[in-house]
């Protein structure tokens, strides 16, 4: 046989239906089942009730005061049900004893779980857990918060988000999945609406821009959910953004203000703007490009979406946004956001990074270090890892190699690579003669002279200055104005220098010959006789 409701409870069911409750509603009220409660209320009315079965007294007929209606009593005592005026009470549930107390820790601020321990461990309570969380719950649906709408000044904020687009029709018959991105203004409910391929940092930093020049002019903040195009981690006090999002705020004097995560309401303005454009502008239509879906977008934003009376401001749109609003947006910059990729590179050993196929140059104390390069289709600027500029370069042709002479690393400079005028000024340095030599040298040989002067700064490591002044000036003296001849002039020198010294017989630190002979017999003689 299927359980029946008892009777105190099937007269809470009537009377609250009576006052216009919800099957649900009674459901959680009294603790039962919607199964149970929706039965009870379907099933065949009788002009007489009759009392519980095992009783001999019969339930009083004819017409009655419904405020005095009482449950009949059993052996389990008297049950209050909830009047139909009035706040519905808990009819039966082990809680009610302790209402107030549950009320009042409720209002603190306590959980269910918490309450439940407190009435076990302090008041001896009885009672399941999940007794105590439906009695808690009934008494929330009382002492609900409303949300707080939030409205804003004339360009003050933009609301963002990303929605399922149109599908795009390919040649071979096959679709091609879009995205629709969907801004509009907090106050005016003015909006943009941009159909992209790819929720990706630079479709999304593209498309708000285009919002932006569609205004003609830029709000004071953006508010964008934590998706990973902007956001790179999601924090309510402190979130870290994108660097390249960072860059397009400071280019356009605006604040990127991300919503609570998992908190659709904080952009509510928008969230209805993405419905209203699939359902009003791409529902049952695709295309043939993308192009033809943003024209159509474009063509819709115009004669439907900015032409409609706006149900919550009660203005139309185009008109609200043309009086009000777009006065209030700051002036446009004068150039657009010069949007760049960003990638990591480790310095090879020659000195120099790839950036599509072409190599660019980086200081020598780099080499073998990870630096972060932003580049477009213009620029190499290349960062350490705390982002610090270590320099920038232009764009070169694929293949080739593009490097700045200050980061070669000056071991690796020739003295030929530095010309003809540093190897000229380190022969000055030598002396007059060798200066006046060189002259002649540069002036009668042109480009051979860097080898010359290299050769003979590199005689300086072996002879003395004096000597390749005495060299320099016969040689200029003579009009010789090749290497060679310095280098024999030194050697003649160096020959004339050496001279031989006369072997000494007789010195008083020198022991005559024969005293050494006699030393040496006599040790020869010691040794025989031992």
């Not at 050769?455 to 060299?471: C, D, F, N, P, Y």
């Amino acid at each position: 046989m299927a359980n029946q409701l008892a009777m105190d409870k099937s007269f809470a069911i009537n009377n609250l239906r009576a006052a216009g409750y919800s099957e649900r509603r009674i459901a959680q009220t009294l603790g039962v089942s919607r199964g149970a409660v929706r039965r009870h209320l379907q099933a065949p009315k009788s002009n007489s009730t009759t009392a519980p079965t095992g009783s001999s007294e019969q339930a009083p007929t004819g017409p009655q005061d419904s405020n005095s209606t009482k449950a009949p009593t059993g052996s389990s005592g008297e049950s209050q049900v909830p009047q139909a005026t009035g706040v519905p009470v808990a009819t039966g549930s082990q809680c009610e004893p302790f209402r107030e107390l549950i009320v009042a820790k409720c209002e603190f601020g306590l959980s269910a779980k918490r309450i439940h321990q407190d009435l076990v461990a302090d008041h001896g309570f009885g009672g399941k857990y999940w007794s105590v969380n439906r009695f808690v719950r009934s008494l929330g649906a009382n002492h609900e918060v409303a949300f707080r709408r939030m409205e804003v000044e004339p360009g003050e904020e933009l609301q963002v988000d990303f929605g399922t687009g149109a599908k795009i029709r390919n040649e071979d018959g096959t679709y091609r999945r879009t995205y629709v991105f969907r801004c509009v203004l907090s106050h005016s409910r003015k909006g943009y609406t941009e159909a992209v391929f790819k929720q990706d940092t630079e479709s999304f930093i593209r498309a708000l821009e285009n919002a932006f020049w569609a205004f003609g002019g830029v709000p004071q903040r953006v508010v964008f959910d934590n998706a990973k195009c902007a956001v790179k981690t999601p924090d309510w006090y402190d979130p870290e953004l994108n660097p390249k999002l960072v860059d397009f705020c400071k280019h356009y004097n605006c604040a990127f203000i991300p919503t609570r995560v998992r908190t659709p309401r904080h952009k509510g303005k928008v969230e209805r703007g993405v419905d209203y454009v699939q359902e009003n502008a791409l529902r049952g239509h695709e295309f043939e490009s993308l192009a033809a879906q943003n024209k159509h977008l474009a063509h819709w934003e115009r004669t439907v979406a900015d032409t409609r009376i706006h149900g919550t401001t009660c203005k139309q749109v185009r008109s609200d946004f043309e009086t009000s609003e777009k006065a209030a947006l700051a002036r446009l910059p004068l150039e657009r956001f010069g949007f760049y990729h960003e990638a990591k590179r480790k310095v090879s050993r020659d000195g120099h990074i790839s950036i599509n196929r072409s190599f660019y140059s980086v200081p020598p104390e780099y080499l073998g270090r990870e630096v972060w390069v932003r580049y477009d289709s213009r620029l190499i600027r290349v960062f350490d890892a705390s982002l610090r500029h270590i320099t920038t370069h232009v764009v070169t042709e694929r293949g080739r190699f593009r490097t700045d002479p200050q980061h070669i690393a000056s071991e690796k400079i020739s003295p030929i690579e530095r010309g003809i005028g540093y190897l000229h000024g380190k022969i000055r340095l030598i002396g007059p003669q060798a200066s006046r030599w060189a002259d002649a040298v540069v002036a009668g040989r042109g480009v051979e002279a860097a080898r010359v002067l290299q050769g003979v700064l590199a005689m300086s490591r072996k002879h003395s200055s004096e000597q390749i002044e005495q060299a320099c000036q016969i040689a200029w003296q003579s009009g010789a104005i090749n290497c060679r001849i310095i280098r024999t002039l030194l050697k003649r020198q160096s020959s004339a220098s050496q001279t031989t010294m006369e072997f000494m017989e007789d010195h008083p630190i020198i022991r005559p010959i024969g005293e050494y002979a006699n030393f040496i017999h006599e040790k020869v003689q010691e040794g025989i006789y031992q």
